[in-house]
């Protein structure tokens, strides 16, 4: 992203020479170097850097080795339908569901997986389009994969929680960033009516937000903590419940030895890297060029 953008910008790649530009310039250009970009679809993007300096090492490594918050209880979670937020509004889902097989094989050169994970995941949800098996198996290498090592290594209580309530806005389902206007209680805000729509429930913004005070003062959200039985508290429509392991069918796909040879008719003939698909999207108009 750094690279790209001070190629675009003609300056060296360094603080001092981005700090001397335009701030406009250097929001305008960060958003023409991104547009093409997405965690479902990767592309160039902002992330942690190990610098050995003030990120001596992976925050993700640290924290579940014990070095990093080492007693702290966490309070963590993901939504339903994460990947929505960047498919849905720039017409994506579409042009994904009919790329098919390459889809789901960038889906693969992403996450490092192989085709029996794919083929798990389809079996667990045989109605699913391709673009929303896609988004989960992202999701889950991104977001749920990750959080449940955290849980499982913590050395403090974890409580996790999954949100369920769908947008009231077209497609968007359960995405990325809408819980936040019911963690903080802001469903009158524009920017959570974006997500949300209109006549989002007050009720259930009362309920996260007091489950997140009550995390805050007093260490204990409502909810069991993490343990063998992987409690998950729901928040979706109707009262928040506490489900037993609902993403543990998936996860567990990521555990399962990869075949030496995969069936030659699921290996697709064209080049399957998320830059291929990024470009095959293009082509089909999916995705303007920058």
């Given at each position: ?14 603080a001092e020479a981005f700090a001397a530009v335009d701030r406009d310039l250097l929001l305008r250009t960060q958003a ?114 990750p959080l449940h090592r955290l849980a499982d290594a913590h050395r403090g209580a974890s409580y996790v929680y999954e ?128």
């Amino acid at each position: 992203m750094v690279r790209r953008m001070a190629t675009r910008l003609r300056v060296p790649a360094t603080a001092e020479a981005f700090a001397a530009v335009d701030r406009d310039l250097l929001l305008r250009t960060q958003a023409e170097v991104g547009r093409l970009s997405s965690p479902v679809l990767g592309g160039p993007a902002f992330g942690v850097v190990v610098d050995g300096d003030l990120v001596p090492r992976d925050p993700l490594e640290a924290l579940t080795d014990g070095d990093a918050a080492r007693g702290a209880d966490l309070l963590m979670g993901w939504t339903r339908d994460e990947y929505r937020l960047w498919l849905v509004p720039g017409g994506l889902l579409e042009r994904v569901d009919r790329l098919g097989a390459v889809a789901l094989a960038g889906a693969m050169a992403r996450c490092h997986c192989g085709h029996e994970v794919v083929r798990g995941y389809r079996a667990l949800s045989p109605r699913a389009g391709t673009a929303e098996t896609v988004g989960q198996i992202v999701t889950d290498h991104l977001l749920r994969r990750p959080l449940h090592r955290l849980a499982d290594a913590h050395r403090g209580a974890s409580y996790v929680y999954e949100f369920a309530w769908p947008s009231l806005l077209p497609g968007l389902g359960a995405c990325h960033a809408l819980e936040l206007g019911f963690v903080f209680d802001t469903g009158d805000t524009p920017d959570s009516r974006r997500l949300a729509g209109e006549g989002a429930p007050q009720e259930l913004a009362d309920a996260m937000h007091t489950a997140w005070v009550r995390f805050a003062a007093e260490g204990d959200p409502g909810w069991e903590a993490w343990d063998a039985r992987h409690p998950v508290r729901v928040f979706g429509d109707g009262e928040p419940r506490t489900v037993y392991g609902p993403r543990d069918a998936e996860l567990a796909l990521w555990t399962i030895p990869a075949p030496t040879a995969p069936p030659a008719d699921s290996i697709p003939t064209r080049s399957t890297e998320p830059r291929a698909v990024i470009r095959r999207l293009r082509r089909s108009g999916g995705v303007r060029g920058g």
